[in-house]
């Protein structure tokens, strides 16, 4: 069988090491790294030579956000996330990412290891309990950003330049010196674009337009 050449994250160094000396009993993983942060993981992968980066990922984990930098280092990289939680927006934003894989932290020893050989593979493994709460989670979100971009069409190029740095939190004056215009002049945009969105705040305005992936 193929050697496969695993790179591990988790922030409890306990949990990491535990599983890399779990692991390492198997005559076809080896075991290149076993890290507790998400610069450790990237220097690794940016290295040496890595099949999978099995990750530990919850909602604030800086593992979860690690996932485009990992695939931009090494595009043939395969991403598996280790879960301690079932939150479904965790786990769509962990597919986003580039996540090939989502496992459950209790997950036994033989499931762990038939899902590191499946990832190998080139296949993606999803709890099946999980994978319509994920589908339906991925459609809503589809169906908002469309909903949130039919407004956005009307505003004019210069309407949208304001608003995407309105999104980046530029503030007023911040934008007149970014788009070359006066402050006055920003103040009459942001009017028409709340005006065209059906808005009253700036905030408002904002989260839609994050809705839409602007920002």
């Given at each position: 069988m193929h050697e496969i050449r695993v790179v591990l994250g988790d922030e409890q160094r306990s949990f990491v090491e535990a599983l890399a000396m779990r692991l390492e009993q198997e005559p076809f993983i080896r075991v290149v790294a076993a890290?507790?942060?998400?610069?450790?993981?990237?220097?690794?992968?940016?290295?040496?030579?890595?099949?999978?980066?099995?990750?530990?990922?919850?909602?604030?984990?800086?593992?979860?956000?690690?996932?485009?930098?990992?695939?931009a280092a090494r595009p043939e990289l395969k991403l598996v996330g280790v879960a301690g939680t079932d939150d479904t927006a965790t786990m769509a934003r962990a597919v986003q990412a580039g996540f090939r894989a989502w496992i459950p932290k209790d997950v036994g020893i033989c499931v762990l290891l038939d899902v590191l050989q499946a990832v190998c593979r080139g296949e993606t493994w999803i709890p099946p309990g999980l994978l319509t709460l994920l589908l339906e989670h991925l459609l809503t979100e589809q169906e908002q950003k469309r909903r949130a971009e039919e407004p956005l069409a009307a505003l004019t190029a210069r309407e949208q330049q304001v608003l995407r740095a309105m999104s980046s939190?530029?503030?007023?004056?911040?934008?007149?010196?970014?788009?070359?215009?006066?402050?006055?002049?920003?103040?009459?945009?942001?009017?028409s674009i709340l005006t065209k969105l059906g808005v009253h705040t700036s905030l408002a305005a904002v989260t839609l337009a994050r809705r839409a992936g602007v920002g």
């Open positions: 890290v507790t942060r998400p610069e450790e993981v990237l220097r690794v992968v940016r290295a040496q030579p890595v099949d999978l980066a099995v990750l530990t990922v919850d909602r604030h984990g800086g593992l979860l956000d690690l996932g485009p930098r990992l695939s939190g530029a503030t007023r004056d911040e934008i007149a010196r970014q788009l070359c215009i006066s402050g006055n002049t920003v103040r009459t945009h942001t009017q």
